[in-house]
């Protein structure tokens, strides 16, 4: 897909509902412990959510493909682990069978469950035998990827003896465990931080109720991005141009809510309509923005690619660490960013395999297609780049309805020309 700028942006964006609460919505549901759960409103719809509700709703078949929902794995795995006196196999896309979930796996099996690998050791799939856990004490490497901690969490309230999960070590996305644990808490379940490492979680099960999904902050940085590289551009800059995105709460729960406060220092203003309910966010461009910039993306690791794209296009040096979880994403996001930023210019290197760096070097751009690597945050990450250089080209563009179905729709909506393929 070619995607040709406009030279202003005055729209507005209904965002898409965030996966992360839906799929830990949907989840929590589904293990309360009356029959239904109530009414889940503005669920997602996006290719993650999707294999989560369509297991559930086809009565969790024998095997199940989640594609390539990673949450959907490591959430589903734990789920199916307590369902006792069933059998069940998970399995997904081939890039899903290279992702590991020993650390999980391992976890479920210290207290009481039944998996084995139906391929190579250590990753999908898995073939999984339901039964009543006991639960009790685990120790867990607080470093994981926050979703492995997540899934054994939601299983807690149902568990024997529920849970104490000691985190050791550095904890990284300790805001998608506070998101997990508010919704087991709106759920009824007795779920709390006892000290800086270790979680409690009661054996209370949970209570139906409906639930209302807000819209996704994650969605929300591309049009962060968008605004950002609107203000540095003096051919499209003009004080008219505005983004008002829909769907957002000021007080959100969602660790990348805190991409705001970094596209504040990236020259984006943040105008919440209602700081007290979901409302309106207005996007102002503004011309102050550092020199250069420093951020631990422990917490937020999804924000990483959004805004090492932006810093480049931005001309701000950067050093960025925390982004460890990168390598096991969708794709090597680590080794996919350096080798697409070359093509529009851009040498950026990476230390230790979780931290990146650039100093403001430069190559010449070949400004071939950028590769998305079956990952949705590439395509939605690079496009913006249409703005600070009139024009970009995105191979398999579709990638987008892992999180964001309707993002290109919002691109034409907001003035973008896009174009399936070049003209001849």
């Given at each position: 897909?070619?995607?040709?700028?406009?030279?202003?942006?005055?729209?507005?964006?209904?965002?898409?509902?965030?996966?992360?609460?839906?799929?830990?919505?949907?989840?929590?549901?589904?293990?309360?412990?009356?029959?239904?759960?109530?009414?889940?409103?503005?669920?997602?719809?996006?290719?993650?959510?999707?294999?989560?509700?369509?297991?559930?709703?086809?009565?969790?078949?024998?095997?199940?493909?989640?594609?390539?929902?990673?949450?959907?794995?490591?959430?589903?795995?734990?789920?199916?682990?307590?369902?006792?006196?069933?059998?069940?196999?998970?399995?997904?896309?081939?890039?899903?069978?290279?992702?590991?979930?020993?650390?999980?796996?391992?976890?479920?099996?210290?207290?009481?469950?039944?998996?084995?690998?139906?391929?190579?050791?250590?990753?999908?799939?898995?073939?999984?035998?339901?039964?009543?856990?006991?639960?009790?004490?685990?120790?867990?490497?607080?470093?994981?990827?926050?979703?492995?901690?997540?899934?054994?969490?939601?299983?807690?309230?149902?568990?024997?003896?529920?849970?104490?999960?000691?985190?050791?070590?550095?904890?990284?996305?300790?805001?998608?465990?506070?998101?997990?644990?508010?919704?087991?808490?709106?759920?009824?379940?007795?779920?709390?931080?006892?000290?800086?490492?270790?979680?409690?979680?009661?054996?209370?099960?949970?209570?139906?109720?409906?639930?209302?999904?807000?819209?996704?902050?994650?969605?929300?940085?591309?049009?962060?991005?968008?605004?950002?590289?609107?203000?540095?551009?003096?051919?499209?800059?003009?004080?008219?141009?505005?983004?008002?995105?829909?769907?957002?709460?000021?007080?959100?729960?969602?660790?990348?809510?805190?991409?705001?406060?970094?596209?504040?220092?990236?020259?984006?203003?943040?105008?919440?309509?209602?700081?007290?309910?979901?409302?309106?966010?207005?996007?102002?461009?503004?011309?102050?923005?550092?020199?250069?910039?420093?951020?631990?993306?422990?917490?937020?690791?999804?924000?990483?690619?959004?805004?090492?794209?932006?810093?480049?296009?931005?001309?701000?040096?950067?050093?960025?660490?925390?982004?460890?979880?990168?390598?096991?994403?969708?794709?090597?996001?680590?080794?996919?960013?350096?080798?697409?930023?070359?093509?529009?210019?851009?040498?950026?290197?990476?230390?230790?395999?979780?931290?990146?760096?650039?100093?403001?070097?430069?190559?010449?751009?070949?400004f071939a297609p950028i590769d998305t690597y079956e990952d949705h945050r590439m395509a939605m990450a690079f496009a913006p780049l249409a703005i600070k250089f009139g024009?970009?080209?995105?191979?398999?563009?579709?990638?987008?309805?892992?999180?964001?179905?309707?993002?290109?729709?919002?691109?034409?909506k907001a003035g973008f020309a896009l174009e399936s393929e070049a003209k001849s």
């Amino acid at each position: 897909m070619i995607i040709t700028a406009p030279k202003h942006i005055n729209c507005s964006i209904n965002l898409p509902a965030s996966k992360s609460i839906s799929n830990r919505v949907l989840v929590v549901s589904a293990l309360c412990d009356e029959d239904g759960a109530g009414v889940i409103g503005n669920l997602a719809t996006c290719d993650d959510t999707k294999v989560v509700n369509n297991a559930f709703a086809d009565g969790l078949p024998y095997e199940i493909n989640i594609g390539a929902a990673g949450t959907a794995m490591r959430f589903m795995t734990a789920f199916l682990a307590q369902r006792d006196g069933e059998e069940h196999v998970i399995t997904g896309t081939d890039r899903m069978k290279h992702r590991p979930i020993k650390v999980l796996v391992d976890a479920l099996r210290s207290i009481g469950a039944s998996i084995q690998y139906v391929g190579e050791e250590g990753y999908p799939p898995l073939k999984i035998q339901g039964k009543k856990l006991k639960g009790g004490h685990l120790d867990v490497p607080g470093n994981i990827s926050s979703q492995y901690i997540s899934a054994l969490l939601m299983i807690a309230p149902k568990l024997r003896e529920g849970l104490k999960l000691h985190l050791v070590g550095d904890i990284y996305s300790r805001p998608y465990i506070d998101l997990t644990l508010s919704i087991m808490q709106e759920f009824g379940a007795k779920a709390y931080w006892h000290d800086n490492d270790d979680i409690i979680i009661e054996p209370t099960g949970y209570k139906k109720r409906s639930y209302i999904v807000e819209n996704d902050w994650s969605a929300a940085s591309y049009w962060y991005e968008m605004s950002a590289l609107l203000s540095a551009n003096n051919e499209f800059m003009n004080d008219d141009d505005e983004v008002t995105i829909e769907g957002l709460l000021y007080s959100s729960r969602q660790g990348d809510s805190s991409i705001r406060y970094l596209f504040n220092l990236l020259g984006v203003k943040s105008v919440f309509k209602d700081k007290e309910n979901i409302s309106d966010v207005i996007l102002k461009t503004a011309i102050t923005r550092v020199a250069k910039l420093e951020y631990d993306f422990v917490n937020i690791p999804d924000m990483a690619q959004t805004v090492v794209v932006t810093c480049c296009a931005l001309g701000i040096p950067f050093h960025f660490t925390g982004l460890a979880s990168l390598k096991i994403k969708e794709t090597d996001r680590i080794e996919a960013l350096k080798a697409e930023l070359r093509k529009v210019g851009y040498v950026v290197e990476d230390r230790n395999d979780s931290e990146l760096v650039w100093n403001g070097e430069t190559c010449e751009p070949s400004f071939a297609p950028i590769d998305t690597y079956e990952d949705h945050r590439m395509a939605m990450a690079f496009a913006p780049l249409a703005i600070k250089f009139g024009k970009i080209e995105i191979n398999n563009p579709e990638v987008v309805s892992k999180s964001y179905p309707n993002f290109w729709d919002d691109l034409a909506k907001a003035g973008f020309a896009l174009e399936s393929e070049a003209k001849s």
